[in-house]
């Protein structure tokens, strides 16, 4: 009963401090879950997509490198999630800007379908906003400690909740006819309930992920975690096409799916792919990596992630729990149900708050 009375005004008065930015997030990544679906929905260019590919990725990314400015140098290629969905080549302007370029390419007639920069459009801002609230690396920290207000939500939510006589059917429903304070209250808790499972879950694979350096020594402190190798080279003449190198890849992993092609920025650099294995559970994280050299073909280092040390699977569950790409599609409706919560939490809290001070 004491720990109940210290518990419940920090509870409440956190809430009111925190209540609305942990809302705004909480939205922000509800809609995030389904990112690349609502990006193509609000831009109608990414929709007039070949269901097929041509097999030709060195096309398609000097198609993508005549629609760039000088200076700006290609990094990645991010292959396309599903079929009628285009390729992503992203580039990086010179410093000391290094602006963020995204041309999207059909991937069978190579047209570019749209130049977009990173921030400027609609589900990059958000991303933005979700991360770092536009404020950079100040914004960042800020989410890292609202997520840790939000595991304390969801901890002393549930020892505010609990029942003392274990009656969970009475902890789990809104009273009906009661006043509206009453019904606010259930409407809080139970929503609280429903939700924290996820919101759990969501809270500590964010600040894992906003302050990862100490995450990895805490993981690294308990259980062994392998550095990530790196690659370099010795420049041989000209780089071989990509497709050639891709090939290669999957001669070495024949089951893996490529999910993005990291390309050199300097010429003692590897190509690296980032791709599933069969014996990964996400869809699109590209957990596992293979290093090639771009000049000769061989595979210079190769990074199977479900053969890592646990410290490293533990590292590589962290962003596809957050954005529930390890649950698949009913997953990700739960997340994005649960992204909601805080907003109502918020509502229904303040509503409470504030009818206790005018009665």
Same mark, same amino acid.
């Given at each position: #009963? ?29 809609? !995030? ?9 609000? +831009? ?17 990314? !000097? ?26 080549? *992203?580039? =990086? ?15 069978? $007639? ?12 609609? #589900?990059? %801002? ?5 991360? +770092? ?7 960042? $920290?800020?989410? *890292? ?21 274990? =009656? %969970?059917?009475?902890? #789990? =429903? ?17 929503? *609280? ?7 759990? @879950?969501?809270?500590? +694979?964010?600040?894992? #992920?906003?302050?990862?350096?100490? +995450? $990895? ?57 980032? @791709? ?46 957050? $954005? ?6 009913? *997953?990700? %409706? ?18 409470? %708050? ?6």
């Amino acid at each position: #009963m004491r720990i109940r009375k210290i518990l419940y005004p920090i509870h409440k008065y956190v809430g009111v401090i925190i209540g609305v930015v942990l809302a705004l997030i909480g939205l922000s990544g509800s809609l !995030l879950v389904f990112d690349h679906a609502l990006d193509e929905a609000v +831009t109608p260019a990414l929709r007039n997509v070949s269901h097929q590919a041509s097999g030709d990725l060195q096309g398609l990314l !000097l198609a993508a490198e005549q629609v760039v400015a000088p200076g700006v140098l290609a990094s990645r290629i991010d292959f396309p999630r599903q079929p009628g969905s285009p390729y992503m080549v *992203g580039f =990086r302007g010179p410093e000391p800007e290094r602006r963020r370029i995204e041309v999207s390419v059909d991937p069978l $007639n190579h047209d570019v379908l749209a130049v977009r920069e990173w921030g400027e459009y609609p #589900m990059s %801002w958000l991303y933005d906003f979700h991360y +770092t609230l536009l404020a950079g690396d100040l914004g960042r $920290n800020i989410v *890292g400690f609202v997520g840790i207000g939000l595991l304390f939500f969801c901890l002393s939510g549930l020892y505010l909740a609990w029942p003392r006589h274990g =009656r %969970w059917r009475y902890v #789990m =429903r809104v009273a009906r006819g009661a006043g509206s304070r009453r019904v606010f209250w259930d409407i809080h808790r139970v929503a *609280g309930l429903l939700a924290l499972p996820a919101l759990f @879950v969501c809270a500590l +694979t964010g600040i894992a #992920m906003v302050f990862y350096t100490q +995450t $990895n020594a805490v993981v690294n402190s308990v259980t062994e975690v392998r550095d990530v190798p790196s690659c370099s080279v010795v420049p041989a003449g000209r780089r071989l096409p990509l497709d050639d190198l891709v090939r290669r890849a999957e001669a070495h992993w024949p089951q893996a799916q490529i999910k993005r092609v990291f390309l050199p920025q300097k010429a003692t650099d590897c190509v690296r792919l980032a @791709v599933n294995l069969p014996d990964e559970r996400w869809s699109n994280h590209g957990a596992s990596s293979l290093w090639l050299d771009p000049y000769r073909g061989e595979v210079a280092e190769a990074w199977a992630a479900p053969q890592q040390p646990l410290g490293n699977q533990v590292l590589a569950w962290i962003f596809p729990l957050h $954005n529930a790409d390890i649950l698949g599609l009913p *997953g990700r %409706w739960v997340l994005l149900f649960s992204g909601l919560a805080p907003v109502l939490l918020f509502a229904t809290g303040s509503y409470l %708050w504030w009818s206790r001070r005018l009665g």
